[in-house]
């Protein structure tokens, strides 16, 4: 069989011309072998009519052996040069052939060097498209952070203005007796603040990142 891949003609057949070449091979072959025991029940059966014969069975199964490696021989011989015809002639597309789907490579002919360097610009295009796509992901990280920071400080906020109200309702109004007041809340505001300034540096952490 031969070893030339054939890629372009497998391109337009569907198939490899070797493929199609192994399957005749195989096809005749089979054919091949069932028509020798064809032969051979044919033999087995006239030799029924001649009692006297001492031509046994397994006589006949060994020449039928015989003959069949005789037969497969030359048939191999014949086979090879056929391939070989059916090959270059018939499933062989010439050089000079440029199938319908290819035209647009005879119009935009490209070098090996433009062709590589046109990969090398889809390759960074690709690269570019991932980092900006990954610094789009960590800028909408940052403001979901941003946004929880913000409703984090209207909370403290809304703590300070309850917090202002309650003083008046109670009387304190001067900056000391606020202070007093302050003082004995002040555990609850330092929480928040805590958790607000670990928040703002992990959106620092993302800048310096980014």
């Known amino acids: 069989m031969s070893v030339n891949p054939m890629a372009y003609e497998a391109q337009f057949f569907g198939f490899t011309p070797q493929t199609c070449m192994l399957r005749v091979y195989i096809a005749f072959q089979d054919y091949l072998f069932e028509m020798m025991l064809v032969v051979e029940s ?75 360097a046109l990969q090398e610009e889809i390759r960074q295009l690709q690269q570019q498209y991932k980092a900006e796509a990954s610094a789009g992901q960590a800028l909408r990280a940052e403001l979901e952070e941003q946004k929880a920071v913000q409703a984090e400080l209207e909370k403290i906020l809304q703590w300070f203005d309850g917090l202002e109200n309650i003083c008046r309702e109670h009387g304190t109004g001067n900056f000391k007796e606020s202070f007093a007041f302050l003082t004995q809340n002040s555990k ?23």
Do not use: A, W
């Open 42 to 116: 044919v033999i087995l059966k006239k030799l029924v009519g001649f009692p006297d014969c001492t031509i046994s069975p397994f006589q006949i199964r060994k020449s039928t052996e015989k003959f069949l490696l005789f037969m497969k021989d030359h048939f191999d011989k014949l086979f090879s040069k056929m391939e070989e015809v059916l090959l270059q002639l018939v499933l062989n597309i010439p050089e000079n052939v440029l199938l319908p789907e290819d035209k647009v490579h005879e119009q935009y002919p490209y070098s090996k060097e433009q062709f590589q």
């Open 188 to 210: 609850k505001l330092q929480d928040v603040l805590k958790e607000v300034e670990e928040k703002s540096k992990k959106i620092k952490k993302r800048d310096q990142l980014l």
